[in-house]
């Protein structure tokens, strides 16, 4: 897998856990740990949208950050 952009929306993407540098460059782009990802795509699939979203609504919670409006 390529570099994700960060302005590149992530609608119709596929998150896959099979290979170590996809896991790599997903938890980069999304910010987040191996764990975290795994956790997510467990949680709400393997819908990079759907994943980053949950991550969001996570960090909210945790009070680690701001819940953006558009989640």
Not at 2 to 21: C, S, Y
Not at 58 to 66: E, P, S, T, V, Y
């Amino acid at each position: 897998m390529h570099e994700i952009p960060d302005n590149k929306p992530l609608k119709g993407q596929r998150i896959t856990l099979d290979d170590e540098q996809d896991v790599c460059t997903w938890t980069r782009s999304l910010g987040c740990s191996e764990r975290e990802l795994r956790e997510a795509v467990a949680a709400v699939g393997s819908s990079a949208e759907k994943v980053r979203r949950h991550l969001a609504k996570r960090r909210w919670a945790r009070g680690l950050g701001q819940l953006p409006r558009h989640v």
